[in-house]
């Protein structure tokens, strides 16, 4: 964990960030995200790790086909986002700066 990883904590990074991610048409919707879920293929029953997790978009994706997941990011907004949107499984996702917990989560 470094000071870089603060870079989505600035508030007018992670406002515009989320905007954008956030669009109906972002790339990541159009191109992105075809292209990861054809990738992972069948996640039944697999074990994930998110790293770099940002809001949990994935993670939560990933949960939806039946995949459990930890989602570590460096930025504490961006997993304090994934856990407020996410609430029913707001503890899989963790600030990068507390791995050490998750030796005591397993």
Not at 63 to 82: K, T
């Amino acid at each position: 964990y470094n000071s870089s990883c603060k870079y989505y904590d600035d508030e007018k990074v992670f406002k515009e960030y989320v905007k954008l991610r956030s669009a109906r048409d972002a790339l990541n919707n159009t191109l992105e995200e075809p292209s990861f879920f054809e990738l992972t293929g069948d996640v039944k029953s697999k074990k994930i790790l998110d790293l770099g997790c940002g809001f949990g978009y994935y993670s939560y994706k990933l949960m939806d086909r039946g995949a459990s997941f930890v989602a570590l990011d460096g930025s504490s907004r961006m997993v304090e986002l994934a856990q407020k949107n996410y609430p029913e499984n707001p503890n899989q996702a963790y600030p990068l700066q507390n791995t050490p917990r998750l030796a005591q989560t397993s």
